[in-house]
């Protein structure tokens, strides 16, 4: 696959193999070798030495004629969530909603035009789309996006819209540039965002901002509900309120943990906060 401009000191082989990694998707999750050089855009060869090489260090695994990811690619997710520090902040203040809802909360970022969960508490229930850590899904038609995208500067939503969405799902509403700007108006207005089966028949959900010391939304966190068992009504007046208590609490942790001075020891080992 060819790159463009790239600097001196990248790494082709690093990047090609990302990109096999992330090739396998919800909707084939075993890919022969022919068809991961499809996707990828690469050799034969050199795909067959990177998936033997994911083999060995234990990513991937061969299975039925082809290759298959293993849980073990979870810890690059989890390596960029655990640096953040933000799970560890926020876990027991999302089981404490949990617990008080009765409902799955999560916590995404924005990856272009999707979001991507990095944090989840959940409750066993049976909803039209699965999610763990990890999953994407266009920003757009979720609470956890809207949110994200209205803490954007304007000028800078069109432009993260632009990206093609890699989620594979295909959202059932889609929204025109008027209906778009009002509704992230909206949003910036109270300061948090409802779903209502934008997404996915079945899912309706509430999302608030976590930021940072300087006000920046740096992520949204939800209460993710079933539309057959949980009405907007009740989303609203009896979740709402627990839900902006608790993403204050975490932004509020979050920025005091941003102010705890880094210091270097010997061996230039950060010193733990």
């Given at each position: 696959?060819?790159?463009?401009?790239?600097?001196?000191?990248?790494?082709?082989?690093?990047?090609?193999?990302?990109?096999?990694?992330?090739?396998?998707?919800?909707?084939?999750?075993?890919?022969?070798?022919?068809?991961?050089?499809?996707?990828?855009?690469?050799?034969?060869?050199?795909?067959?030495?990177?998936?033997?090489?994911?083999?060995?260090?234990?990513?991937?695994?061969?299975?039925?004629?082809?290759?298959?990811?293993?849980?073990?690619?979870?810890?690059?997710?989890?390596?960029?969530?655990?640096?953040?520090?933000?799970?560890?902040?926020?876990?027991?203040?999302?089981?404490?909603?949990?617990?008080?809802?009765?409902?799955?909360?999560?916590?995404?970022?924005?990856?272009?035009?999707?979001?991507?969960?990095?944090?989840?508490?959940a409750v066993p229930k049976i909803v039209t789309l699965a999610v763990d850590i990890g999953?994407?899904?266009?920003?757009?038609?979720?609470?956890?996006?809207?949110?994200?995208?209205?803490?954007?500067?304007?000028?800078?939503?069109?432009?993260?819209?632009?990206?093609?969405?890699?989620?594979?799902?295909?959202?059932?509403?889609?929204?025109?540039?008027?209906?778009?700007?009002?509704?992230?108006?909206?949003?910036?207005?109270?300061?948090?965002?409802?779903?209502?089966?934008?997404?996915?028949?079945?899912?309706?959900?509430?999302?608030?901002?976590?930021?940072?010391?300087?006000?920046?939304?740096?992520?949204?966190?939800?209460?993710?509900?079933?539309?057959?068992?949980?009405?907007?009504?009740?989303?609203?007046?009896?979740?709402?309120?627990?839900?902006?208590?608790?993403?204050?609490?975490?932004?509020?942790?979050?920025?005091?943990?941003?102010?705890?001075?880094?210091?270097?020891?010997?061996?230039?080992?950060?010193?733990?906060?």
């Open positions: 696959m060819a790159r463009g401009d790239t600097g001196p000191d990248f790494i082709e082989a690093l990047a090609r193999g990302l990109d096999v990694i992330k090739a396998f998707e919800p909707n084939r999750p075993v890919m022969s070798l022919t068809e991961v050089a499809a996707a990828t855009g690469l050799a034969r060869p050199t795909v067959r030495r990177i998936l033997l090489t994911l083999v060995e260090l234990g990513y991937a695994r061969a299975e039925g004629g082809g290759f298959a990811l293993t849980p073990r690619v979870l810890e690059l997710g989890v390596s960029y969530v655990r640096s953040l520090g933000l799970w560890e902040i926020a876990r027991p203040h999302m089981e404490r909603l949990v617990e008080q809802t009765h409902e799955s909360s999560s916590i995404a970022q924005l990856d272009g035009s999707d979001i991507v969960y990095v944090a989840r508490v999953t994407r899904f266009p920003a757009l038609q979720t609470s956890l996006g809207k949110v994200l995208l209205a803490g954007l500067p304007p000028e800078q939503v069109e432009q993260v819209l632009a990206q093609p969405s890699r989620s594979g799902v295909r959202p059932r509403r889609r929204f025109d540039a008027h209906e778009r700007e009002a509704v992230l108006r909206e949003v910036r207005a109270r300061g948090w965002a409802l779903t209502d089966e934008e997404l996915a028949p079945g899912i309706r959900s509430i999302a608030a901002p976590l930021r940072d010391g300087m006000g920046r939304v740096v992520a949204a966190l939800n209460v993710n509900a079933h539309a057959a068992e949980t009405p907007v009504e009740k989303l609203v007046e009896e979740y709402l309120p627990a839900l902006l208590r608790t993403a204050g609490a975490i932004s509020a942790e979050w920025a005091m943990y941003e102010s705890i001075p880094q210091v270097t020891v010997g061996g230039g080992t950060p010193a733990p906060p």
